[in-house]
T-cell receptor, first 114, second 114 residues
């Protein structure tokens, strides 16, 4: 089955620790995205990438970093600089187009602070 | 810049009743509009989208939405809901360019009661 796999499903972070969320897709999509979801706040874009080895900041990139070394993979690191990391993180992918493309989402990672 | 407002954060409704989830947007240029659904602890999936053409758009699971340019609205409707429609629904807007420009509303939680 083609789709997007996010892991782990639940993740806990200690103070001062960096943690990395995994996102892998086998849809052959060029574009990948990371969103943060807080209750009652909708989805906010953290980073996105439209091609390997290139990515752009979204609305709330501070305290996060990404890499795109392979088309299939777009890992997100939540650094110690992100002071309020507790949230549900969603990865998505799409074909590259003019903006009318459907986003395909993974099932999310819930990050909590210990 | 675009923005989107979902007017109701929660909508309770009885099974087999009709439902309307309201979405208004703001933009000085033409837009693409989307409705996504999120079931508990899952990612989002596309219900329907408006790119151009007919203003009445039909989607999956019996949902439809009507694009109204004069009222800048894109309300989602279903004539008869089921328990399984209980989920959170997100309206989203973009002026195009790339899906990195997609703006999500804060969501409406639809609760269908027996």
């Amino acid at each position: 089955d083609g789709g997007i796999t996010q892991s782990p499903k639940y993740l806990f972070r200690k103070e001062g620790q960096n943690v990395t969320l995994s996102c892998e897709q086998n849809l052959n999509h060029d574009a990948m995205y990371w969103y943060r979801q807080d209750p009652g706040q909708g989805l906010r874009l953290i980073y996105y990438s439209q091609i390997v080895n290139d990515f752009q900041k979204g609305d709330i990139a501070e305290g996060y970093s990404v890499s795109r070394e392979k088309k299939e993979s777009f890992p997100l690191t939540v650094t110690s600089a992100q002071k309020n990391p507790t949230a549900f993180y969603l990865c998505a992918s799409s074909i590259v187009g003019q903006g009318g493309e459907k986003l395909f989402f993974g099932s999310g990672t819930q990050l909590s602070v210990l | 810049a675009q923005s989107v407002t979902q007017l109701d954060s929660q909508v309770p409704v009885f099974e087999e009743a009709p439902v309307e989830l309201r979405c208004n947007y703001s933009s000085s240029v033409s837009v693409y509009l989307f409705w996504y659904v999120q079931y508990p602890n899952q990612g989002l999936q596309l219900l329907l989208k408006y790119l151009s053409g007919s203003t009445l758009v039909k989607g999956i699971n019996g949902f439809e939405a009507e694009f109204n340019k004069s009222q800048t609205s894109f309300h989602l409707r279903k004539p008869s809901v089921h328990i399984s429609d209980t989920a959170e629904y997100f309206c989203a807007v973009t002026a195009g360019g790339s899906q990195g420009n997609l703006i999500f509303g804060k969501g409406t939680k639809l609760s269908v009661k027996p």
